[in-house]
DNA sequence: CGCTTTCGCTACGAGTCGTAGCGTAATGCC
DNA sequence: GGCATTACGCTACGACTCGTAGCGAAAGCG
């Protein structure tokens, strides 16, 4: 894990260090204007009154409105956990049930969809966010599969390359589902939902184990 | 099917008619800005000079950029289509693939993802996508099925909720997966892809067509 | 104490926004 | 054909945001 301080900063560099509150300042305000504004009326300078710090010192830590928004959303990421539920079953309930509690704040629904739009066309930004956002929520399908082949409930694999695939598979599936339902649909993923998709999901996992050649 | 004609145009009006022309001009300027400038740069000056019209015109017929965006990223699902491919797994490789052809595309993947971000925040903008994209998508979706129950490939269903609930889930899965295998994994949904995921699919949905209490 | 870096502040040119005003072009109705 | 009505192209405008530069002061480290 690499902490997600804005530039490198190194402690033993001389001179003034740059202030932690001020990040910490800086990334709750721009959650704040994301709530209030949205994403399109954001401004940097709006960002910075709230903070109560100048604007200049807002640029001088990110290259720009991406990047400090994808800060700013990877922060709600941070609390995300997998309590073990006991089976697969309770374990994806449970992975997609904490996807869906962040999706369903304002500040993550209209900002992070639109960094990833953005990331579109911007190979730096994309890897900024699979390293602050995508891995870390990658990390809990991880975890529930570990888990699961613990307790037998999957079969151990052996070929590392199509278990790969599949991890993919799966996480394309669980975290595209849940981002769809919540903002394309625009109906919260409440426990009815998560239920049923993970019905479907683990199903659909039983069978698909083994043979993958069309 | 509703025209998709900006704000509505009657035809016995007196004065002026609007150009047609200079609409289709506007929209396909917009998705060359799009795949040259992205979202963010995507100025309407700019789009109206490429459109070889004045800048007021453009205003005259649409709200802001998050409507023309919605209309110009729209005609490209006009040419969704579902050929019958003989069986549930060969059509569903088949939605699949068209919503994976498009999203290709780089005018729809900096423009859609933008305009669902913005959504959000705007209940008004979220209804024309729906009008004029998603259940467009939709459709497909629903023409699958209804395929499949002819040829006794899914039961036929009495419980309208239920089926309703079902098409939903079944929805936000296809769409999601492909939407996040596309623009956030950043890989192509590929026929390998798309094969893999027809199979967990389908497995999936074979064992959870009857109860759903949990 | 000196060196270094950050910080707050002000100011700036450049660019975009969305609108208003005007004269002209294109249609329907009489 | 003449008239009313609407769309169009063009120009100009104030307001706003952008990202940067320059300055003096503050806060660390040796």
Chains 1, 2 share one sequence.
């Not at 830590?61 to 709600?76: I, M, Q, S, T």
């Not at 695939?165 to 426990?191: K, M, N, P, Q, Y």
Request: net charge neutral.
């Amino acid at each position: 894990m690499q902490s997600r301080t804005p530039f490198s900063c190194r402690s033993g560099r001389p001179g003034r260090p740059r202030s932690a509150a001020a990040d910490a300042a800086i990334l709750a305000a721009t959650r704040a204007a994301l709530v209030e504004l949205g994403w399109s009326k954001l401004t940097l300078g709006d960002v910075a009154t709230r903070a109560g710090v100048a604007k200049t010192t807002l640029y001088r830590r990110w290259a720009g409105k991406n990047e400090l928004v994808v800060d700013a959303v990877a922060e709600l990421f941070d609390e995300l956990e997998l309590p073990d539920r006991g089976s697969l079953a309770a374990d994806i309930e449970g992975v997609v049930l904490q996807f869906a509690a962040i999706l369903a704040r304002p500040e993550a629904k209209s900002g992070l969809m639109a960094v990833v739009a953005e990331s579109t066309r911007d190979d730096a930004l994309r890897e900024r966010i699979r390293d602050s956002i995508v891995d870390r929520q990658k990390r809990l399908v991880l975890e529930g599969r570990a888990r699961a082949q613990a307790r037998g409930e999957l079969p151990q694999e052996s070929d590392a390359a199509e278990t790969a695939r599949t991890i993919d598979l799966i996480f394309d599936v669980v975290a595209g589902a849940v981002v769809h339902r919540t903002l394309v649909s625009g109906r919260s993923a409440d426990e009815d939902w998560a239920s049923g998709f993970t019905q479907v999901l683990l199903q659909g996992l039983a069978g698909a184990a083994g043979p993958a050649g069309g």
